[in-house]
């Protein structure tokens, strides 16, 4: 009877760690996956909508030419 239980015991920790296992593999590919997905339209779309603002002030004279420079350069830098 003993023996039964010990091999059940052994069964129950192989199963554990064949889970504890899957578990890891699952979460590296669900990094793997985060890691790899494009980046998102909205961002380059903020970036538009910001360089078209900028523009705006530049026009009226709000904005002086050498700060819309360096504000387009800083844009453009995340793109």
């Given at each position: 009877?003993?023996q039964q239980?010990?091999?059940?015991?052994?069964?129950?920790?192989?199963?554990?760690?064949?889970?504890?296992?899957?578990?890891?593999?699952?979460?590296?590919?669900?990094?793997?996956?985060?890691?790899?997905?494009?980046?998102?339209?909205?961002?380059?779309?903020?970036?538009?909508?910001?360089?078209?603002?900028?523009?705006?002030?530049?026009?009226?004279g709000i904005?002086?030419?050498?700060?819309?420079?360096?504000?387009?350069?800083?844009?453009?830098?995340?793109?």
């Amino acid at each position: 009877m003993e023996q039964q239980q010990q091999a059940y015991d052994a069964q129950q920790e192989q199963a554990q760690r064949q889970i504890e296992a899957q578990q890891r593999q699952i979460e590296a590919l669900q990094q793997q996956k985060f890691q790899q997905a494009p980046q998102p339209q909205t961002q380059q779309e903020d970036v538009q909508a910001k360089l078209i603002k900028y523009a705006d002030l530049h026009q009226k004279g709000i904005l002086s030419d050498e700060e819309f420079k360096k504000l387009k350069a800083d844009l453009l830098a995340r793109i």
